[in-house]
Structures are given as structure tokens and as C-alpha cells.
């Protein structure tokens, strides 16, 4: 098996930056939705900004246990993040295949971050983003679905 270049925590605090940004994001559009859809899609995105922030809490505890410091401003998060802040101008279409994106792209960073806990020995943060990345994977289904 090839050796990653990247280690776990690298990824665990990548990860603890998109969660800052698409906690912010899915705010930003449970806000600003409108349309047919209003009334579903104002409730799925708020369920997903609250499991935002248990992510992005659990990620950061986890990286303090390990004795690293996550990221822990805005600054830093939009510098070190994968996922882009909203724009404000998105379609409610746009606004749920730009989660829908973001999520595949957290769920093979991800894959990276638990072959990294695997090869360190890490088992926690590999079950972390193990239980993450079957979340992201359900929700990004889902989303899909509604797209179709």
C-alpha cells in the first residue's frame, strides 16, 4: 500500500476549516432560500448546519487531544479550506449542488485523512472521519435525489 504524503492531523485540520466555512455557508443559505421548495429545504439545511457544528467540534477536540492546535479563526479557515463561502447570489438549485460538491469533496479528503489514521495507528481519528464520511455520503445521496 502506497504512503500518503499527508498526516492525520494536516487533514483533521483541513477538515475542522471546511466545517468553519460550510457551517457558515449552510447558514447563508438556510437564510436566503426561497421557491417551491422553502419549507424543505429551510429544515434539511438547518439539520445540516447543526451537524456542521458537532463536526467541527469534535474534529478541534480531537486534534487538541492529539496536542495540535486546530485552526480557530475566519481567516485562517478560508486560507487552509477546501469548500468556498457562499457567494450569495446562488439559486436554491445552486445552493444545494454546491453542498452536494462540497461533500464529495470532503468525503475523498476524507478517505485520504483515514488511510493517514490508518497508517499512523490512529484508530479514533480513523473512526472519526470513518462516521463523517458514511454521514456525508448518505446526505450527498440525498441531495442528489432532490437535484434529479
Do not use: C
Request: charged share 25%; no cysteine.
Amino acid at each position: 500500500m502506497p504512503k500518503t504524503m499527508t498526516s492525520v492531523t494536516t487533514v483533521l485540520n483541513q477538515q475542522v476549516a471546511n466545517w468553519s466555512v460550510m457551517y457558515m455557508k449552510l447558514h447563508n443559505y438556510h437564510w436566503y432560500i426561497t421557491g417551491d421548495h422553502f419549507f424543505t429545504l429551510h429544515v434539511k439545511l438547518e439539520e445540516l448546519y447543526d451537524e456542521a457544528a458537532q463536526y467541527l467540534d469534535d474534529l478541534a477536540e480531537r486534534l487538541l487531544s492529539l496536542g495540535k492546535r486546530p485552526v480557530a479563526t475566519l481567516k485562517e479557515s478560508l486560507e487552509l479550506s477546501s469548500i468556498k463561502e457562499a457567494t450569495g447570489s446562488e439559486s436554491p438549485t445552486d445552493m444545494i449542488r454546491t453542498v452536494s460538491q462540497d461533500f464529495a469533496t470532503m468525503i475523498n479528503e476524507l478517505q485520504e485523512g483515514i488511510k493517514a489514521a490508518e497508517e499512523e495507528g490512529d484508530e479514533p481519528s480513523g473512526d472519526m472521519m470513518i462516521a463523517i464520511q458514511g454521514s456525508l455520503q448518505k446526505h450527498k445521496w440525498m441531495l442528489d435525489a432532490f437535484l434529479k
